[in-house]
């Protein structure tokens, strides 16, 4: 018998012979282990809420926003002027959360010259020439995404906490 053999043997007579087969998990560790452990990829889309929006003949999907496309908007934010930032960050935030419109990426349905555009610049300037009273109800929308994507969170965290 090796050292930890011996530790093992005199621990188990401590505890009046008590094995590890003789200890039985309590019901959250069997929980935990009988649930499928987590990827990064689950962790990166919990509380992703995704939505479709029909306006008139189009559906627009719109997506909550991951804390990397916040750190992008803040960073769009600052190259507009002061006084067009309110209207410029909400076509960013939309420009980040519409995937599609009918199926179709935003993008896709730019006409313009490339000239170096990136997806990104693409919608803005999709969105940009876009009518205002569109515009404002994609961006209440996306709100009521963003909303939903916390709630769900809080769900989340107040079943942990039971």
């Known amino acids: 018998m090796t050292v930890s053999g ?8 401590l505890a009046g012979k008590t094995t590890r087969d003789d200890v039985q998990p309590s019901k959250t560790s069997q ?10 990829k689950d962790l990166l889309f919990l509380g992703r809420t995704t939505t ?8 627009f999907d719109i997506v909550s926003l991951t ?13 507009a002027p002061i006084e067009q930032r ?13 995937s599609k419109v009918n199926g179709v990426p935003l993008q896709s349905l730019y006409e313009g010259s490339d000239n170096g555009l990136t997806d990104f610049d693409k919608k803005v300037h999709i969105l940009s ?14 709100d009521k995404v963003s ?7 809080k769900e989340i965290d107040e079943d942990i906490k039971k």
Do not use: H
């Open 147 to 153: 909303a939903k994507s916390s709630s769900s969170l």
């Open 31 to 40: 929980d935990l282990m009988s649930k499928k452990a987590p990827t990064l």
């Open 67 to 79: 804390g990397e496309d916040q750190k992008f908007l803040l960073q769009e934010m600052s190259k």
């Open 86 to 98: 309110p209207y410029y960050v909400r076509l960013c935030g939309l420009a980040l959360s519409i």
């Open 129 to 142: 020439n876009m009518q205002l009273s569109l515009i404002e109800i994609l961006s209440a929308e996306c």
């Open 52 to 59: 479709t929006l029909a306006v008139g003949d189009f559906s």
């Open 6 to 13: 011996n530790r093992l043997a005199g621990a188990q007579e």
